[in-house]
Structures are given as structure tokens and as C-alpha cells.
């Protein structure tokens, strides 16, 4: 008798939190309608989260950094603007976060334990749900441009390794020599990494040489990706990344699979992500966001920062950009910093680095 | 007013409707807690999807099947009896089922493109969400310990190409040279697909001739898989594969996409996924099963079956085993049949091909 009051007087109360729930939910809908008549296309991009702090960018760099942002957004939002695809914006947006030595993507990639360059993209259109993904090729020259020819032109979804660079040659895109991908900068953090691990390695028994906390190692990962919502109600996501600084044996983050680092539903959202790519695979974190909008009714924003408390709970740090189907856009990272941008409703770029 | 009063009436419209899910799921909960009684711990495995009809297999040969799934399976379930660890009863039965050359996984996987043997395998931890994967290594005897020790003795989750073979190595663990994996059936197969794509070539046009619907080759693709649940309410789940007969390009499948071919998470379910990799990758199976589960509330059956239904709808075929915390076991698939088994609430090994 008992228990049977408690199980009635519990869905009582789970009646209650349930109303509560979807009356906000309700007037969350409302919200979107608006936000659907103010903008019927939109774009974001992300170059990289982790601990970008004040202190540590001259005005001269965080200036660089401001002027590519903003060349890349609107590069991407151009495309929208013209009708163009949703996945051409992706595109557009990323080459040219691509070919600044500013980012960890492209040209600017940090260098694996061997000194090497191993690049990591992917892409996924929403409408379709077709998506491509390349991993670990050392001489494409822009790797979002692989991916999508993976997706467009092979019956697969990802390719890794020298057959994707098989795969590249066949399609005549642009190779270049390892060469392409020196900077000093990059060069200098994987020197000091070695160092640090190596004072490691003398001074104590730390056994995961590989597992100190990415805080201590400011410039260790970064990734650029895009997520864009046209005119004809397309989503697009895009990711692009060098990885890890001095990582090693073949390792590939989140970037390149599906799901975590890009996933694009035109049902729910599209989303990139930047970040401690293991800790983003484990947590799916791209089809997380997607499952929480179409099976909890969630905002783009409140999913996105449900599933980054879900990320950082597990020890992981990083960010993501989503854009939802009324082109709603959500920023969410638990990290000290991430290069962002958007275009706001005035059609004017928005760029922001450090936590506001 | 008009408009308020709407608003109000649909809220409560909404609560009850809410009020009688949570009713239900109620109810849902006390018939799991009644399975939980019956078994407390549980385990399946399947052995790959595709185009399995009795008339392709002879009595010999279905046999051969049948007892090799048995003994997977009972060395599995001997682990989880014996009080032993969820993730060594997964890497028990599949070490068996990769060293038999009945199935697409270790020493019976597929040829390339290119005549040359590529393997994928993956593992995830449902109590951490602990994941390792490898993607086309060459020269690894058991993919699946690979995977295991890229789990728990490396900080990343996935290590693709010569990088994850150099970490083999660097483990100690056995490594065999590439005709370790020749086996006649497989070779067969290899050059029956060479000779209908040349004949593709010569009499038509067809742009995409990777991309000749699976049901027109059998024995193209398969995987083996595993999922358990043990007496510590720890689900794991794995899967290994060779991949795709005459895959080019360094492609990889589902099987070590972690949230697409394996997914494990104790608070839903433990799944592995065999069938086309693309679609499976594009539907995110994996963890699309476990969030219907945990966001819907759906059975494990009932999202296993939706999430089929999608890769179906995609144009996939293939199949999923999962288990869910209470030890309740699925298997969903849409080809014509599925090596399948699992173990009765008796303790009895159930081996099924066909479909019935």
C-alpha cells in the first residue's frame, strides 16, 4: 500500500517536473518560429579551443587571428547570401582557415612525435545524411576538399592512410610536399613537448607520457570547422584538423569520424567540434547534440551544453559550434578560449576569441 | 485571451500525454526489473550479415558455422559464469571467431582491392565509456586485443595504418605476416568481384562500380561481434572485420567507429553492428540505439529495430546485436540472414543463420 502511494505520488511528481519541462519547452518553440523569420540562412565557424588566454596572444597576433576569422566567415557566408549550398560554404570557410598558418588544420598543422604532418577532415550534409572523412594523409593540401570528394565521388565514407592519398591523386587535387607544412611556430611546440616529456621521463614515474592534461601544454591540439544552414533549408558540417602535437602511431581524433567531431541531420542541427578529440568520440559528442534536439526537444544551445558538461565530466576539454534548421546558432566549450565567428542578423561578423 | 487560453489548454493536453508515457515507462521499468530476476548477466554474438540463405551454405559447411558459434559464444559465456569481467568475455568469443576462417574477421577476412589483407576492430567499456579501435593494420593476428590495448594502455581511442602496427609491436603482442591470412575462399571471391567488375566495365557505363548493391555479391562484406553483460552490471561490446571484398583506398567501415559499429554505455546498452559500413557510419547505429534507449525509453529490441529501419531506409542492409543493463538481448537485421547466437536463460547456446 505503501509503495503503491509512493509509485503514485512519484509519477505525480514526474507529471509535474514533465509539465514544467514542456511548458518551457513550448515557449522555447515560439522562440524559434521568430528566430526563423529574422534569418532563413546562417554560418559559424570555430578555429580551435583550449587555453586561449589574454596573456598569452600579443594584440599584434590576436589581431591576425581576428582579420582570418572574419575573412574565412564571410568567405563562407558569401556563398549563402549568392544561394549557393550549404556544403560549399563549409567548404569555402574551411580553406581558408585551411591555408592560414594560423590554425591547426592545413598549413598551419602541429607536427606528430616524428616530425610529420597527418591531417584529419571530415564532412557531412544534412539533407542526405552522406558524409566523408579522410584520416591521417600527409601531402593534401586541403583535406575538407578530400573528404568531400570522398563523400561525393566514392561509394565510402572514410578512407585512411595512403590509400586516401591514392584516392586524392586519382581525383587530381592538390598534393604537396611534407615541406608545405613547416612552421617555426608548430616546429617549436613539438619541441617543447619532447623536452617536457622528457624532464618527465627523468624525474619521475609518470607511466602515460602522452596523458598530461592538455592544460599544461598550451598550442597541443586546435581544429577549424564550419556548420552552415542555406537558403533551401540545408545543414553542412565540416571539420579539419593536424590533431595532436607529438602524436603518435596512427592516432586520430574526433575530427574525422562521424558523429563525434562533425555530424549534420537536417532534422536537427549541424555541428563541428575542437577539443581532446578521445574524450569526443567516447561521448559521440556530434550525434549527442542531434539525439537530444530530435528525442528531448532541447535547444541547439541547451544540447550543445549538455553534452560539453557530458564531455568535461569524462575529463575532456574543448567546444563546439551547432547550427539548428531555423538557423539558430549555439557555442558551447568548457576551455579557457575558442576562436569563433558567426555572422549576426545584420549580416555583420562576429568574432570572438576569449571566454565573455 | 484566445491565444492564452490555447496555450494553456495544449500545456495540459501535452501533461497528460506526458503523464501517460511516464505512466507507461513506469510499468516498462517493473517488467525490466522482473528480467534483471531472471539473468543477471548475458552475452551474444554475431558472426556477420549478408546474403546467407540455406541453399548457399551446405549441411557440411552450416555445420561448421554452428559449432564454431558455439564455441565462441560458450567461451564467452564461461568468463561472465565464472565471475569474470563483460570486456573479457567480448574479447574471448571474438579472439575465436578471428582465428576461425569461417568468418570476415582475422584469419578468414577478405582481400583488397589490391590483394592485400586490412583490418579494422574496435572495443568500448559501458561502465567508463572507455574506448580503443584500429583501422587498417595489416600484420595483427587479433585485432580485437589490439583494440583492448589501445583502450587501456594508450591515451588515445583510435590508431589507424603502420602507426597502430608500430604500437602492436611496441606491446609485444603477436604479429603474422600477411599470408597468415590467405585463405582459397577468400582469394575466390576477390577475383569472382575483379572479373564481374571488368565485365561491368566493358558492357556499360556504370560510373560507381564499387557500388554494386551488396545483395549482387555474396560474401562481400561480414564481421564478427560481440556484447555482454556481466555479474557486476558491466556491459562491453566489440566488433572485428576485415572489411569489404576488393576495398580500395585504405577504406574503413563501421566496425571501429566507436558510436557507429560498436557502442557501450551502462546506462542503456552494449551493441555491435555488422552490414554496410557507410550507412551504419551515416546512421551513427551505435549510438542512435543506445540514445532511443535512454531518451526515449524504448526497449532495447524496439530501438535496435528503429535504428535498422533507418539504415534500411538509407539504403543499408545489415544488423545489430545489443544487450541492454538488465541483460535483455536483441538482435535486429534487414538482409536475408545473420550468424547469430546467444546463451538461454537455462545456460543453452542458441545458434541461428536464417532468418526466422
New interface residues.
Given amino acids: 500500500m505503501t509503495n503503491q502511494f509512493l509509485?503514485k505520488g512519484s509519477?505525480i511528481a514526474?507529471?509535474i517536473i514533465?509539465?514544467a519541462i514542456?511548458?518551457g519547452h513550448?515557449v522555447g518553440s515560439q522562440g524559434r518560429e521568430k528566430a526563423a523569420e529574422r534569418s532563413n540562412f546562417g554560418i559559424a565557424i570555430h578555429g580551435g579551443a583550449g587555453v586561449i588566454v589574454r596573456q598569452n596572444l600579443t594584440p599584434e597576433l590576436e589581431q591576425e587571428y581576428r582579420t582570418k576569422l572574419t575573412e574565412a566567415i564571410s568567405a563562407g557566408y558569401d556563398v549563402l547570401r549568392n544561394n549557393g549550398k550549404s556544403l560549399d560554404a563549409v567548404e569555402a570557410a574551411i580553406r581558408i582557415l585551411e591555408d592560414s598558418p594560423l590554425f591547426n588544420a592545413g598549413k598551419g598543422a602541429v607536427f606528430t612525435h616524428e616530425g610529420t604532418i597527418e591531417l584529419d577532415a571530415s564532412v557531412?550534409d544534412g539533407q542526405t545524411?552522406?558524409?566523408g572523412a579522410i584520416?591521417?594523409v600527409k601531402h593534401v593540401k586541403n583535406p575538407i576538399g578530400l573528404a568531400r570528394l570522398v563523400m561525393e565521388r566514392?561509394?565510402?565514407?572514410?578512407?585512411?592512410?595512403?590509400?586516401?592519398e591514392?584516392?586524392a591523386k586519382e581525383q587530381g587535387i592538390t598534393v604537396v610536399s611534407q615541406e608545405y607544412f613547416f612552421t617555426e611556430k608548430r616546429w617549436k611546440q613539438l619541441q617543447e613537448i619532447l623536452e617536457k616529456e622528457k624532464k618527465a621521463r627523468d624525474s619521475s614515474d609518470r607511466k602515460?607520457l602522452?596523458?598530461l592534461p592538455s592544460e599544461e601544454i598550451d598550442g597541443r591540439h586546435g581544429t577549424v570547422g564550419c556548420v552552415a544552414l542555406d537558403k533551401f533549408g540545408n545543414l553542412a558540417a565540416g571539420t579539419s584538423t593536424g590533431g595532436m602535437t607529438n602524436?603518435?602511431?596512427?592516432?586520430?581524433?574526433d575530427s574525422p569520424?562521424?558523429?563525434?567531431g562533425t555530424?549534420a541531420n537536417n532534422a536537427t542541427c549541424a555541428l563541428s567540434a575542437t577539443g581532446d578529440?578521445?574524450y569526443f568520440?567516447?561521448?559521440?559528442v556530434?550525434?549527442?547534440v542531434s539525439?537530444?534536439i530530435e528525442?528531448?526537444g532541447l535547444s541547439v544551445q541547451a544540447a550543445a551544453d549538455a553534452v560539453i558538461a557530458k564531455v568535461g565530466a569524462?575529463g575532456g576539454s574543448g567546444g563546439v559550434i551547432a547550427i539548428d534548421k531555423e538557423g539558430r546558432i549555439a557555442m558551447s566549450y568548457n576551455s579557457p578560449g575558442m576562436y569563433r565567428a558567426y555572422i549576426d542578423g545584420a549580416g555583420k561578423a562576429v568574432v570572438k576569441i576569449f571566454k565573455e
Fill in positions: 509509485k509519477l514526474i507529471s514533465a509539465f514542456l511548458a513550448s557531412m545524411l552522406k558524409a584520416a591521417s566514392s561509394p565510402h565514407v572514410m578512407l585512411v592512410g595512403d590509400g586516401a591514392a584516392f602515460n602522452n596523458a602524436k603518435r602511431f596512427g592516432r586520430v581524433g569520424i562521424i558523429g563525434a555530424y578529440g578521445e568520440i567516447r561521448a559521440a556530434g550525434h549527442d539525439a537530444l528525442y528531448r569524462l
